[in-house]
């Protein structure tokens, strides 16, 4: 069975840094790029960031909101993505989601069909 | 960044009715000959679940009432019948380019 396990949330006041994992298991994680996905509550979905698959390079791309502030890497040695949040602020408040972003080459998208079930961080004071 | 804008932004359907959720995108979604466009429903208090990629690509399990059409800019999720199951709130989400982005979301309702 493929599946996501987020973990690492938590509450954590506005500057400070938090890691998340997500646990990855039933597939090639190696070949998989992966996303991160947020919903704010009460709002709606938004993406975060992604990881392309060492074949590729094993670049990262973000969105605007976290870009120098959150980092993904992962580990495929052990089948482990990661979302390095730093300077958190209260508008990063979310639950926070890992999915499959497409397996294999670029083009091999078609949607993300795999997410975990999420970990909530709240960053306040 | 691609701006994806939703109508209607709530709906309340009659079960066996049918539902219509519009989808509509600042650039086109076309790259080499496929529209990378997605739906999603997050039922209240799950994860979010893919139900069309590609614009219309049912994904596996999805029940066979609900589809995906569109092109260029403009896309729609059908539902044929509303079943109370369906309940939740619609995401339409392009992966055209960096960054993707989401709808703002359609919450549907039973009435």
């Known amino acids: 069975e493929v599946q996501l396990v987020e973990s690492g949330g938590g509450l954590v006041k506005p500057g400070g840094s938090l890691r998340l994992s997500c646990a990855a298991s039933?597939?090639?994680?190696?070949?998989?790029?992966m996303s991160w996905v947020r919903q704010i509550p009460g709002k709606g979905l938004e993406w975060v960031g992604h990881?392309?698959?060492?074949?590729?390079?094993?670049?990262?791309q973000y969105a605007t909101p976290v870009k120098g502030r959150f980092f993904i890497s992962r580990d495929d040695s052990k089948n482990t993505l990661y979302l390095q949040m730093n300077n958190l602020k209260t508008e990063d408040t979310a639950v926070y989601y890992c999915?499959?972003?497409?397996?294999?080459?670029?083009?091999?998208?078609?949607?993300?069909?795999?997410w975990g079930q999420g970990t909530t961080v709240t960053v306040s004071s | 960044d691609i701006v994806m804008t939703q109508s209607p932004l709530s709906l309340a359907v009659t079960p066996g009715e049918p539902a219509s959720i519009s989808c509509r995108s600042s650039?086109?979604?076309?790259?080499?000959?496929?529209?990378?466009l997605d739906w999603y429903l997050q039922k209240p208090g799950q994860s979010p679940q893919l139900l069309i990629s590609?614009?219309?690509n049912r994904a596996s399990g999805v029940p066979a009432r609900f589809s995906g059409s569109g092109s260029g800019t403009d896309f729609t999720l059908k539902i044929s019948k509303v079943e109370a199951e369906d309940v939740g709130v619609y995401y339409c989400?392009?992966?055209?380019?960096?960054?993707?982005?989401f709808g703002q979301g359609t919450k549907l309702e039973i009435k």
């Open positions: 590609l614009g219309s």
């Open positions: 999915t499959i972003d497409r397996q294999g080459v670029w083009y091999n998208y078609n949607g993300m069909a795999v």
């Open positions: 990881i392309v698959r060492k074949t590729d390079g094993g670049s990262t």
């Open positions: 989400m392009h992966a055209q380019q960096i960054p993707y982005t």
């Open positions: 039933g597939f090639t994680f190696d070949n998989a790029w």
């Open positions: 650039q086109s979604l076309l790259l080499s000959g496929r529209h990378y």
